[in-house]
């Protein structure tokens, strides 16, 4: 394994639309269960669904019901180079999750399945309900560096002395004052460069 100069310790990473490709997951349940066609990633450009998509409110709750209790009947898959990266430095290194999901077992038991050659004593998940909550959590945890998506999530943890690496996205776009990564191996650079 390579050395990483980077305290592993101290980074922490958000799950959904940095280690789990819940857009993906949740444009095909509309199209499959809903007969919604048309939709692409590019068209999401707002976090808050509701605010971007033609789709009543009442399906994508529906839909993000799904994604959350049930990762692995919506056949949920990992953003590209995530298992890879995560797998390497989580054979010698705890591996800190911090998610706005309101319940933590479907999407823990989630990663397990998919970092299996990562001992499960390293995967550390916490959900918290709430995007503001993550502060609080990844300073009580000793996190100073967090892999997040969420632009106000960011500017948030920046408030609170939190370096964010915003993992992009179509719906994050525009001018932030955070590292932006477009991939996973950019990640790993992060990490090796320390």
Partial sequence: MKHFRLPVQEMGFDIDGVVADTMEAFLRI???EYGIQGLKKEHITSYWL???????????EAIIEKILHDPFGISLKPIP????????????????FVT????????????????????E??????????????????????ITCFVEDHLETCQGLAAQGIKSVLFDQPWNQGRAPFVRVRSWDEIRKIIEAG
């Fill in 30 to 32: 509309a199209e499959n």
């Fill in 50 to 60: 509701e605010e971007c998509l033609p789709i009543p409110e009442k399906v994508v």
């Fill in 81 to 96: 180079g995530a298992v890879e990266t995560l797998t390497e430095i989580g054979q010698g290194n705890r591996l800190t």
């Fill in 100 to 119: 706005a999901r309101p319940i933590g077992e479907p999407i823990t038991e989630w990663l397990r399945f998919q970092l299996d050659k990562v001992p």
């Fill in 121 to 142: 004593s390293n995967i550390d998940v916490h959900a918290t309900s709430l995007h503001a909550a993550k502060g609080k959590v990844l300073q009580r945890l000793g």
